[in-house]
């Protein structure tokens, strides 16, 4: 960390500065220069909360040169990590991975067709919601526990790993019981409670990026999961909202190649809630493995027209299969380029 004085500080104001920085148990070098003095920060481990010095009479700027997220961060760990999940593995050499299903389970056939269906069709996968966030409390909120069982038990019948989302810290040992990885939605991805708490539960996340959030947000989100010394996680680009209203949100693809120079985590997207309108899904999924993507995660629901969320962006069956071949033909091409 480098502290930036004004150039009208006085010594006794960089003394100050100087005093507060040893009193946090750090190291402070003055570097006087012609305009004005910096101090430099030494001997922290990780990132340092900047808030009281930031605060003092004389102090200009402070420029963090540690990142925020250590842990995440290449810096730290050069090598890509493989997350593994349930012997699937997301990460740097392995296949895209293909998580498919509903955006919710909503019943035990519905459930059991969709399983069947993206198996398949090569999905490794299942993906269903039980506990749903949706932005107003008159939508269908998801079946909860019984909703876990068919989850389970539709993955159980197609020998497919399931995932669910996690919405509350009560809900991770149940859910845990239920699903080989726990998604935490846009909506929470700085639940900081949460995250701390799925990083306990040593099961593999799945973290979504934030409806606003910047790449340093999302980031350190996922820090708060690996101090907590839980290291699968697997990042998930979903689009972020801008002003453009003619897609649900908007796909910031830009973030999987430079996620992937900044951080040793494997990162997946999720064209479906990124673009909330079915055709877009299959050109978006394809641009997301040409950039680099380890995975794509779509909603599919045996009968979309039908389905209690998201049926406009969720492919049938035979959509699903079109796109999967498609996908088999370009991750040939691009292993042989
Ligand atoms: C979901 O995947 O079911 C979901 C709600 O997605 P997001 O958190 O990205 O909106
Ligand atoms: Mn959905």
């Given at each position: 960390m480098?502290?930036?004085?004004?150039?009208?500080?006085?010594d006794?104001?960089v003394q100050?500065?100087?005093n507060?920085?040893?009193i946090?148990?750090?190291?402070a070098?003055p570097i006087?220069?012609?305009?004005?003095?910096?101090?430099g920060?030494?001997g922290?481990?990780?990132y340092?909360?900047?808030?009281?010095?930031?605060e003092?009479?004389?102090v200009?700027?402070?420029?963090?040169?540690?990142?925020?997220?250590?842990l995440?961060s290449r810096d730290?760990?050069p090598?890509?990590s493989?997350?593994?999940?349930?012997g699937v593995k997301?990460?740097d050499?392995?296949p895209?991975?293909?998580?498919?299903?509903?955006?919710?389970?909503?019943?035990e056939?519905?459930?059991?067709?969709a399983?069947r269906?993206?198996?398949?069709?090569?999905?490794?996968m299942?993906?269903?919601?039980?506990?749903?966030p949706?932005?107003?409390?008159h939508s269908?909120?998801g079946?909860?526990v019984?909703?876990?069982?068919?989850?389970?038990q539709?993955?159980?019948?197609?020998?497919?790993?399931?995932?669910?989302?996690?919405?509350r810290?009560e809900?991770?040992e149940?859910?845990?019981r239920?699903?080989?990885v726990?998604?935490?939605?846009?909506?929470?991805?700085?639940?900081?409670?949460?995250?701390?708490?799925?990083?306990?539960s040593?099961?593999?996340?799945?973290?979504?990026?934030?409806?606003?959030?910047t790449i340093e947000?999302?980031?350190s989100?996922?820090e708060?999961?690996l101090?907590?010394g839980?290291p699968?996680v697997?990042?998930?680009?979903?689009?972020?909202r801008?002003?453009?209203?003619a897609?649900?949100?908007?796909l910031?693809l830009?973030?999987v190649p430079?996620?992937?120079e900044?951080?040793?985590?494997?990162i997946?997207?999720?064209p479906?809630h990124?673009?909330?309108k079915?055709s877009?899904?299959?050109?978006?999924?394809?641009a997301a493995?040409?950039v680099?993507a380890h995975?794509?995660?779509i909603?599919v629901?045996?009968?979309p027209?039908?389905?209690?969320?998201?049926?406009?962006?969720s492919l049938?069956?035979?959509?699903?299969?079109?796109?999967?071949?498609?996908?088999?033909r370009?991750q040939?091409f691009l292993?042989?380029?």
């Open positions: 480098l502290i930036v004085m004004h150039h009208s500080a006085t006794e104001q100050a500065v100087t507060a920085v040893e946090m148990g750090l190291t070098e006087p220069g012609s305009l004005r003095t910096a101090i920060v030494l922290n481990q990780g340092v909360d900047d808030t009281t010095i930031r003092l009479p004389g200009r700027e402070v420029i963090h040169v540690s990142k925020p997220y250590k995440v730290f760990h090598d890509s493989i997350v593994e999940a349930a997301f990460g050499g392995q895209p991975v293909i998580i498919a299903g509903p955006c919710s389970v909503e019943s056939v519905q459930m059991l067709s399983a269906l993206v198996k398949e069709n090569g999905a490794q299942l993906r269903g919601g039980a506990f749903k949706r932005t107003g409390p269908f909120q079946l909860g019984e909703g876990l069982k068919y989850l389970r539709a993955g159980d019948a197609e020998g497919l790993p399931v995932i669910t989302e996690v919405m810290i809900q991770i149940t859910i845990c239920y699903a080989d726990l998604q935490v939605g846009a909506r929470n991805m700085q639940n900081f409670d949460l995250l701390k708490e799925v990083g306990k040593g099961h593999p996340i799945l973290l979504k990026r934030g409806l606003s959030a947000e999302f980031l989100a996922a708060y999961i101090s907590e839980n699968r697997i990042l998930c680009e979903r689009g972020i801008t002003f453009e209203k897609t649900r949100n908007t910031d830009s973030v430079l996620i992937r900044m951080s040793h985590l494997p997946v997207v999720d479906s990124a673009t909330g079915r877009l899904v299959g050109p978006m999924a394809k493995i040409v680099g995975g794509i995660m909603e629901h045996p009968n027209d039908q389905a209690l969320c998201d049926g406009a962006q049938n069956g035979e959509d699903f299969s079109k796109l999967v071949a498609e996908l088999a370009l040939n292993v042989s380029v």
